[in-house]
């Protein structure tokens, strides 16, 4: 069975007042049929006094009073979750809009690619694309509205997206292995950091999903263990810019991967990141006309060993 883990994402911020008192005030039926739109559903829900957390089929939403950040994977699609939402807030209150791609394991089974999801969203609005990353390796498409927009200076977003995990890595997230308490006992996932409550989710037959709460801050883990693309991605908007590298080392020691991906998002400048016992394959910085200082990095382990060719049992031609 094959799984795209490699994940969209979608981060809104909105100018409240004039009948929007609230993004969260909206309730769960509107935000039910958000994530309906991208072809995902809703799985539970938990609540701090700035944000509600919704765990989804694929992936996670999070809603604060005047901006959200939707994530999805597999198949799903977030232009129209963009369309549905500009119904019930005008563009001309949409302070900030951020749509991101990470390039796909199996490319030829979405039912868009970057291109024509740009070329959708130009319709709706005047937009800026870019590509971090080389073509043939691993990149991250980026659009934003080309408005001016200036983030909050503690507006930091860190993801690490993580391939190749060891066989007993991935085999702690595998169904039939371990329930949500054991792999917590196990890996520690709700301790990346202390004080955060979690709510969790064991998927058939593989996976495993994460959201943590803690006030306004946030870290959110989704896995996909199977062999032939396993993938993992940690996300958190906790200002972790002082010990950076610590806490990269943290989250890819849990998971061990042989290679990893590191996008900061930063409201002052793009950033330089070394990881310790990786190489540092590619970097790519961009300061963005939204605001944000974007650094993208590439790593792999110089102990990864030979391996064997895989075998290659299921297969298809075309987009399903």
């Not at 769960?28 to 989804?56: F, G, N, R």
């Not at 868009?112 to 971090?132: C, N, S, V």
């Not at 949500?180 to 950091?193: M, P, R």
């Not at 061990?256 to 793009?270: C, N, Y």
């Amino acid at each position: 069975m094959f799984f795209e883990g490699s994940e969209k994402k979608l981060e809104v911020v909105v100018t409240l007042g004039k009948g929007l008192e609230s993004l969260r005030s909206l309730g769960d039926e509107y935000w039910s049929e958000i994530v309906a739109a991208s072809q995902a559903k809703i799985l539970s829900k938990m609540s701090s006094a700035s944000c509600d957390a919704y765990l989804l089929s694929e992936s996670s939403l999070f809603v604060w009073d005047d901006h959200f950040t939707m994530i999805t994977c597999g198949q799903t699609t977030l232009v129209p979750v963009v369309k549905l939402f500009l119904q019930s807030v005008p563009l001309d209150r949409v302070e900030s809009l951020i749509f991101e791609r990470k390039n796909e394991y199996f490319p030829h089974r979405q039912t868009t690619d970057f291109y024509e999801d740009i070329g959708h969203l130009r319709q709706l609005m005047p937009g800026k694309a870019y590509r971090f990353g080389r073509a043939e390796d691993h990149h991250l498409f980026l659009f934003h509205l080309d408005r001016p927009y200036s983030p909050p200076k503690e507006d930091v977003t860190l993801e690490i997206l993580m391939y190749d995990l060891q066989a007993e890595s991935a085999r702690v997230f595998s169904s039939g292995q371990h329930d949500s308490t054991k792999i917590c006992e196990l890996t520690s996932v709700d301790k990346i950091f202390s004080g955060f409550q979690i709510d969790d989710y064991v998927f058939e037959p593989c996976g495993y999903s994460l959201n943590a709460l803690n006030n306004e801050k946030y870290y959110t883990i989704h896995v996909t263990p199977q062999e032939a693309s396993s993938y993992v991605s940690f996300e958190t908007n906790y200002d972790v810019c002082q010990e950076l590298p610590q806490t990269i080392q943290r989250v890819i020691e849990v998971f061990r991967p042989g290679s990893f991906d590191v996008a900061l998002f930063h409201p002052e400048r793009s950033l330089p990141i070394q990881v310790p016992g990786f190489e540092l394959r590619s970097q790519t910085s961009q300061e963005l006309k939204c605001g944000y200082g974007v650094t993208f990095t590439h790593y792999e382990s110089p102990h990864r060993p030979v391996e064997g060719a895989y075998e290659i049992k299921e297969w298809t031609s075309a987009r399903l």
